[in-house]
């Protein structure tokens, strides 16, 4: 609003509007993004044992830390209700791209394929992919293969150096509830929460969009 229509409103007064409207009965509260405290995880070692022939993210180019070229990806996965099915996410570091695929289990085989298939359109605009060390990431050598890439491995619980890609998973989740069920989300979907993610103005971006960041291309706002 600042950038494009010379309106100013600070967050703190947005909020103040939202908890009188829930004072009076009203559900604006129920669109943020946050609606419980978080959980503090306690332990700081990897209970799940190392996949073979991990790279770790001490090896990883210094120029990935920076976020000053398109093509750092990062990588992870989103649990449906009950375990069944899951979201593969893939963020872009620069740009906060976003790609997504649900896929019927969380397998290294179908991960792997969807990860593959989603970024083999952007192999130009590909450098490198960093998971976590979930099992699920199995066949990351076979991934690097198929899209002449490196891939590597943050450190167990921290989050942090996959920032990108944690901040994409809650924006998700306001989607996509950790209640609902996959079984009942369509590829149409998906393709629309993709859609709105990659479109959404980001004030790390200056307020412009994913998309125009990602293709280097500005498209203008509609009202």
């Not at 989603?118 to 960093?130: A, E, G, K, S, W």
């Amino acid at each position: 609003m600042k950038k494009f229509k010379a309106i100013q409103l600070s967050h703190e007064r947005i909020y103040q509007y939202i908890l009188a409207d829930q004072r009076v009965g009203g559900d604006l509260y129920k669109h943020l993004r946050c609606q419980k405290k978080r959980r503090k995880r306690y332990g700081s070692y990897d209970r799940r044992g190392k996949l073979p022939n991990r790279v770790s993210i001490e090896q990883r180019p210094e120029i990935v830390d920076q976020r000053s070229r398109i093509g750092d990806w990062e990588v992870d996965t989103i649990i449906g209700k009950g375990h069944r099915q899951a979201i593969v996410t893939l963020t872009e570091r620069k740009s906060r791209l976003a790609l997504l695929r649900k896929v019927d289990y969380r397998k290294a085989k179908l991960v792997g394929e969807a990860i593959i298939d989603l970024l083999q359109p952007l192999t130009d605009r590909l450098h490198i992919i960093t998971a976590d060390n979930g099992k699920e990431f199995a066949e990351h050598e076979r991934i690097a293969q198929d899209l002449e890439t490196d891939f590597y491995f943050a450190h167990p619980y921290a989050a942090w150096e996959r920032g990108a890609n944690e901040n994409m998973n809650g924006l998700v989740r306001q989607y996509i509830p950790k209640n609902r069920d996959f079984i009942t989300i369509t590829e149409e979907e998906i393709e629309e929460i993709t859609q709105k993610l990659n479109n959404r103005p980001r004030k790390g971006l200056d307020f412009y969009t994913p998309s125009e960041v990602f293709f280097e291309h500005s498209v203008a706002l509609t009202t």
